[in-house]
């Protein structure tokens, strides 16, 4: 298993400002994940964090926005930039492990709003 | 990766069983059915995952038919505390490494 924080738990922002948010895993782990989940919604996928790589991004979401760092086996960054008030959200990091299961670790979320 | 469709809510009642049909009919021959619970203001959570037949851990039971083209996951006797959001994702089992891809989901409402 994997205890995950996530750094800040909430926050409001303004319009056109930037926010960083830290996630950190208690083991070593390959892949990070992280993901957003507006008001009501499923999870959508931004982007796929490994340690010492560039990150890969799902469709509709690009570096720019959500630049990403993962600069070791326990840590990663998600920015968001230039912020709007649709980038409200909650934004979740993850990890895998190698369990023999599909299963992964979600940290408990950071609450975003933007004014 | 196959698209999954499940019921968007569901009510049950304390101390019934609750059973959430998820619909994946373009599962792949390797993928795995595996299925999230996700609490208010909280990270999904895994519960279960199986690939034909039916598995059984302390929390569920998984039931999947021959064609593996849906999925049954059982709750038993639920408590107020089974009020959740349940996803069914399927995809290639790669150790918990593989990205997940979240559909709706099922809203479970248990009543007192």
């Known amino acids: 298993s994997a205890v995950i924080s996530q750094k800040p738990s909430r926050d409001i922002c303004q319009r056109g400002t930037s926010l960083t948010i830290q996630c950190q895993v208690d083991s070593q782990v390959t892949m990070m994940f992280w993901y957003r989940q507006q008001p009501g919604q499923s999870l959508t996928l931004i982007a796929t964090?490994?340690?010492?790589?560039?990150?890969?991004?799902e469709s509709g979401f690009v570096i720019d926005k959500f630049p990403i760092s993962r600069p070791n086996l326990t840590f990663s960054t998600l920015t968001v930039s230039n912020m709007s008030p649709e980038d409200s959200s909650i934004y979740l990091c993850s990890v895998g492990t190698s369990g023999s299961n599909n299963e992964q670790f979600f940290g408990p979320g950071t609450r975003l709003t933007v004014l | 990766l196959a698209k999954t469709t499940q019921p968007i809510s569901m009510d049950s009642y304390e101390g019934q069983e609750v059973n959430i049909t998820c619909s994946h009919n373009?599962?792949?021959?390797?993928?795995?059915i595996t299925w999230y619970q996700q609490f208010p203001s909280q990270g999904p959570r895994f519960i279960i995952q199986g690939y034909k037949t039916k598995v059984t851990n302390e929390v569920a039971s998984l039931f999947i038919p021959a064609d593996r083209k849906s999925s049954t996951l059982s709750l038993p006797r639920v408590s107020l505390s089974d009020t959740a959001v349940y996803y069914c994702?399927?995809?290639?089992?790669?150790?918990?490494?593989?990205?997940?891809?979240f559909g709706a989901g099922t809203r479970l409402a248990v009543h007192p």
């Open positions: 373009n599962i792949a021959t390797n993928d795995y």
């Open positions: 994702l399927v995809g290639d089992w790669a150790g918990g490494y593989n990205k997940l891809i």
């Open positions: 964090a490994n340690q010492g790589s560039e990150a890969t991004y």
